[in-house]
């Protein structure tokens, strides 16, 4: 079970947040800590906890000497309890009063969501740990490999090129007509012909479709995913298809027990057949392809993974303070209003998406008794406040999925001017990203109620904002 991802994640956390994380196994081994040191007394609190946990396979809650607070919660797998989540005060000291932990409902909150992401990634992530392994598997006929293996190399399976590795084959195998179709994914079916295949066929994807159709679904060689027709006029079932006997060759699309499709050729030449070298090539490629889309979905699950255990800390900040609960989505939309007015391609727009919906998850640091406070913050306060950028930035870093969002999050106060923070940035040496949510931001912070202030109507926000372009704002 590789929980690096976790790990790295965790220990940042502990050093911006004042809690210390660990990840136990049932026997109580810690495999990987926020690396505070804590007292006896504490650690054997945790062990406590833990065994606690362990046994009731539940959320536990325990208190230290009336001024430690201890919590822990199971990790599932299959139903068994296989880990369990710990938290407890890492002794950071605060600049103000409050509690140096969170209530235990918050912490139970949060301490779920980390153990259920967890849970529901772990075969995601072996998974991951396993396509290096695969990739070495596959190809046995190596001379007519290397005539195709860039196109495998460089496939970022679009449809653009998945017709090029399609060109490709069909010269290697000398067929007319190359084929994927994948009737769950059809933004991927593919056809190339050659020659005078067009003549002969008027309706290609019917002709295709009918192929498929007609493989008997207990044809013994099925069981090396492969069917094969070296002479229509001969089989029963594609006698019928096409008045010009025609020879066909269909692999299945199928990695890990998912099923996607079929890859194929077809040629009127009887004078050829297809070479036992040349239809382990065909099912080589087609074990690829599956390869990557399951390598693309679970690169997207890994996306959804990580933009999730943003979320679950957005979700315990806005469970601390009532009056900015809904603020990151309602950022998020608006700066991806912006995005669509202003233009922006697909990977800008997904890049502002995670930094808009991140952009105040540092605040998961700053106490509950700044956060809420109804009058001015002093000079101490608003110095903690200011810190939720750089410690967002921070706890985010681990994630490489998140590397092109972070300036977004890091430098989203800075103003125009240069008078914001944390760097004292001006003009466009702000990144762009950070512009935009700044103006998000800052609409939202108007138009919505606060502590100290209500909320005032969407023209009126409109028109401070136009008020402070140039100067705090783009």
Not at 56 to 63: A, D, G, M, N, P
Not at 117 to 127: A, N, V, Y
Not at 319 to 332: C, I
Request: hydrophobic share 40%; net charge negative; with cysteine.
């Amino acid at each position: 079970m590789d929980l690096q991802l976790f790990k790295n994640f965790l220990v940042s956390l502990s050093q911006v947040f004042p809690v210390n994380f660990d990840f136990r196994d049932i026997k109580g081994s810690v495999l990987f800590s926020g690396n505070k040191k804590v007292s006896l007394p504490i650690l054997r609190g945790l062990e406590r906890v833990a065994g606690q946990v362990t046994r009731k396979e539940s959320f536990q809650y325990l208190r230290i000497e009336d001024k430690c607070d201890l919590f822990g919660v199971p990790v599932l797998n299959s139903g068994r309890v296989v880990g369990v989540l710990t938290a407890c005060d890492n002794g950071v000291e605060q600049d103000v009063p409050g509690p140096k932990i969170y209530p235990a409902h918050h912490m139970e909150q949060l301490l779920t969501h980390l153990a259920g992401l967890i849970e529901d990634k772990l075969s995601s992530m072996d998974e991951s740990e396993k396509l290096a392994e695969e990739l070495a598997k596959s190809f046995e006929d190596l001379n007519l490999y290397a005539r195709i293996t860039p196109q495998i190399k460089t496939l970022r399976f679009s449809p653009a090129k998945l017709e090029e590795l399609n060109k490709d084959l069909l010269e290697s195998m000398r067929a007319q007509m190359g084929f994927a179709f994948m009737p769950d994914r059809p933004e991927y079916n593919s056809l190339i012909t050659v020659g005078e295949i067009d003549g002969k066929i008027t309706q290609s994807s019917a002709f295709i479709e009918a192929l498929i159709n007609a493989i008997p679904p207990d044809a013994p060689s099925l069981v090396d995913n492969y069917f094969i027709v070296n002479n229509s006029s001969q089989m029963p079932g594609y006698q019928k298809m096409h008045a010009e006997p025609f020879r066909f060759l269909g692999v299945r699309i199928r990695h890990g027990g998912k099923f996607y499709g079929w890859l194929g050729m077809v040629s009127f030449n009887l004078k050829e057949i297809f070479r036992q070298g040349e239809m382990s090539l065909l099912i080589s490629v087609a074990e690829q392809v599956a390869l990557v889309i399951s390598n693309s979905d679970l690169y997207r699950d890994l996306e959804s993974f990580v933009i999730n255990v943003g979320k679950s800390l957005v979700f315990a900040i806005e469970a601390k303070d009532a009056y900015t609960r809904g603020h990151s989505e309602r950022v998020n939309r608006y700066c991806m209003l912006m995005a669509k007015h202003l233009d922006l391609d697909e990977d800008q727009q997904k890049v502002l998406n995670w930094a808009s919906i991140l952009h105040d998850v540092g605040k998961i640091g700053t106490p509950e008794s700044v956060l809420n406070k109804p009058d001015k913050l002093t000079d101490a306060e608003y110095e903690i406040i200011k810190a939720h950028p750089l410690k967002g930035y921070n706890i985010l870093r681990p994630l490489d999925q998140l590397a092109d969002s972070l300036p977004g999050i890091l430098y989203h106060h800075e103003r125009y001017d240069g008078g914001g923070y944390p760097r004292g940035f001006k003009g466009e040496e702000i990144p762009f990203h950070a512009r935009i949510i700044a103006i998000a931001d800052t609409f939202d912070a108007i138009s919505s109620n606060r502590a100290y202030r209500s909320a005032k109507p969407g023209k009126a926000a409109l028109k401070i904002i136009k008020e402070v372009a140039g100067s705090q704002l783009d």
